[in-house]
């Protein structure tokens, strides 16, 4: 079945680690999004990606990396920068050009040891 | 800058009732609507996209309208059913702002059986 899969679905980080959460879509889909929930919170977005090899921020950038190597890939690491990295990490693709459906993954819930 | 709420936060319903959840945004430029389901722990799922040219999209027992001029959209829900518990998201697409969804805080309804 097309779709897109996160792990782990649970992540706990130390202090001063930084940790890489995965997302795999094969959609056959240009465009790649990071997204962070808090509770209660709808979601904000942190980095997204148009094409293979180029990313931009988003709202919430400040303390998160990522890389887009691969059409199918976009993974996001959370640097010991993020000094409130608790939340719920939700990662979507769509096709590339305006107004195009995201579909979303289930999700990684990061804490902190 | 859009700024999307969602009122109320929080809903609980006697099955069978129907029910209407509100959505507004402060930037009328917009693209489109979309509502989400999310349920706890998952990803989103998409139930309605209203373009900006459309009044309404029907879905089942599923509704929602978008009033541009007023910056609203409402989700109605007939005939609630204890499946229908989860958490509901509205985002808002604008025209300036490429493929990038702004969401409300969601309101999470549960439906008493």
């Known amino acids: 079945d097309g779709g897109i899969t996160q792990s782990p679905k649970y992540l706990f980080r130390k202090e001063g680690q930084n940790v890489t959460l995965s997302c795999e879509q094969n959609l056959n889909h240009d465009a790649m999004y990071w997204y962070r929930q808090d509770p209660g919170q709808g979601l904000r977005l942190i980095y997204y990606s148009q094409i293979v090899n180029d990313f931009q921020k988003g709202d919430i950038a400040e303390g998160y990396s990522v890389s887009r190597e691969k059409k199918e890939s976009f993974p996001l690491t959370v640097t010991s920068a993020q000094k409130n990295p608790t939340a719920f990490y939700l990662c979507?693709?769509?096709?590339?050009?305006?107004?195009?459906?995201?579909?979303f993954g289930d999700g990684t819930r990061l804490s902190i040891l | 800058k859009q700024e999307v709420t969602q009122i109320p936060a929080a809903l609980s319903v006697p099955e069978g009732e129907n029910l209407v959840l509100n959505c507004s945004f402060t930037?009328?430029?917009?693209?489109?609507l979309q509502w989400f389901r999310q349920d706890p722990g998952k990803g989103l799922t998409s139930l309605l996209l209203?373009?900006?040219?459309?009044r309404e999209q029907t879905s089942g027992r599923l509704n929602a309208s978008l009033d541009k001029s007023s910056g609203r959209s409402t989700l109605y829900i007939a005939a609630s059913q204890p499946g229908d518990s989860a958490t509901y998201l509205c985002?808002?697409?604008?025209?300036?702002?490429?493929?990038?969804?702004?969401f409300g805080g969601g309101t999470r309804l549960m439906v008493k059986p």
């Open positions: 930037d009328s430029a917009i693209y489109n």
């Open positions: 985002a808002a697409l604008n025209n300036n702002a490429g493929n990038m969804l702004t």
């Open positions: 209203i373009q900006s040219s459309q």
């Open positions: 979507a693709s769509s096709q590339k050009g305006d107004a195009r459906p995201q579909h």
